[in-house]
């Protein structure tokens, strides 16, 4: 399944923690949000990890990313 390409967009709050991940079609339609589990620390490492598991949920849904 190809969908097209998504665009990522991380969402931070007014502290600067990364709330979700918004994704959006090529047409700039909304897709889906990817959310922060808030019981995790604010680390760069689980940032990271985050990233890597949005990038895979993307690409489950049958989209590319170039972020």
């Known amino acids: ?3 097209g390409e998504a665009k990522l ?5 007014h502290e600067g ?3 979700r991940i918004e994704v ?3 047409a ?3 897709v889906l949000d990817i959310v922060w589990d808030e019981r995790d ?6 940032k990271e990890a985050f ?3 949005a990038y895979q ?11």
């Open 17 to 19: 923690n990364l709330t």
């Open 9 to 13: 967009h991380e969402i931070h709050d």
């Open 24 to 26: 959006m079609d090529e």
């Open 57 to 67: 949920v993307v690409k489950r849904y049958g989209y590319t990313h170039n972020n």
């Open 41 to 46: 620390e604010q680390t760069p490492t689980n």
């Open 1 to 3: 399944m190809d969908n």
């Open 28 to 30: 700039g339609d909304f």
């Open 51 to 53: 990233r890597k598991w």
